[in-house]
């Protein structure tokens, strides 16, 4: 998979979040209006007109109805239906759409405490989560819904921030779901010793991707005007490759030890 794990928060493309929230109250109010030309040119009318549109392009009626659409059919694909007894019986796993960002924060904040960590205020934090296709680790944008796959392990449909709904990916929460990691500042090189997880970007020709990996050497040296200048060793997990890389490239894994 060819893409670049976005570091940063993306620029601006679609819907503001209190527009997508505006439009959800509406999905859920009067599914029967939501498609008509009428109904989502007047919606458009009202997000272009706001102050929170400022410097952002306007919103057209199509957008707001084709956003429907799309919700719609989220909609009719999880919500549960008469056969989801068969399904239990015969060992499908069921799915359960997460209808907004604080119920899915209650869910992962009972999973994670499960699985022994520190639970905080989940609103505050970001997530990361691990592409089954390559093995990387990508920004989570939002969780979409949850299903258990057994008593003792659950799995969550992402949607990776910078990427649409045919990149969204089932994931384990305890293996593949963890708070978003931090890069190391200049300072913090001397917190990195050998046999560190870390969380390092890989930079190839046609892609730069995060991988986790395992510190092997480090060569300590001055830092200078522009910064640490140690050479960190490093060997990915997903594939065993080596290389020397600077701090710039690693990224500290929350939940690690700080020293």
Known sequence: MDRLRPRQRPLFTGFTKAEIEKMEKLFVGSRELLQSKEFCQKI?????SSSARAGKPIVKWTEVQNWFIARQQESTLKVPSVTDGSKAESGIPQTYPLNDRDQCYQILKGLISKVGEK???????E?????SKDE???DVDTFLSHRYISPCETEVLVRFAGFGAEEDEWVNVKRAVRERSIPFEHSECHKVIVRDLVLALQERRNQS?????HILEIE?????IRGCRCQFLIRYDHDGYEERVRLRRLCRILGQPIR
């Not at 639970?119 to 934090?125: G, K, R």
């Not at 997530?127 to 592409?131: D, L, V």
């Not at 991707?209 to 990996?213: F, L, M, N, S, V």
């Not at 300590?220 to 200078?224: A, F, I, L, Q």
């Open 220 to 224: 300590r040296k001055t830092h200078d």
């Open 44 to 48: 458009a009318r009202s997000f272009s």
């Open 209 to 213: 991707i995060y991988y986790d990996a």
């Open 136 to 138: 990387a680790w990508y």
């Open 127 to 131: 997530f990361e989560a691990k592409s």
């Open 119 to 125: 639970v905080q205020d989940l609103s505050e934090l």
